[in-house]
């Protein structure tokens, strides 16, 4: 579930907002009613973890009729493009 806020209650409510994103909340912060940021809880996952999901998603990407990612590209490759995953 995510709620969107705007920054100025972002800024005086950060202790509470970060309370509900570990609680599994996304928060979207918006400012003049557009999405600029989103408040989200990290991660947890061992080195290993996260190395498995990223090749699991290159996998994904690479076996597609229109691949996401070229043969020769690194997913750093794909963020620095642009591209969010």
């Known amino acids: ?35 600029v940021a989103e408040l989200r809880s990290v ?5 290993a973890e996260a190395a498995a999901s990223i090749r699991a998603f290159r996998d994904r990407h690479l076996n597609r009729a229109v691949p996401l990612l070229r043969s020769d590209e690194t997913i750093r490759d794909l963020v620095r493009r642009g591209h969010r995953y």
């Open 1 to 35: 579930m995510s709620q969107t806020i705007g920054i100025y209650e972002a800024k005086t409510q950060l202790s509470r907002l970060i309370e509900r994103v570990e609680a599994g909340e996304t928060i979207i912060i918006s400012r003049a009613g557009k999405p």
């Open 43 to 47: 991660d947890k996952k061992t080195p």
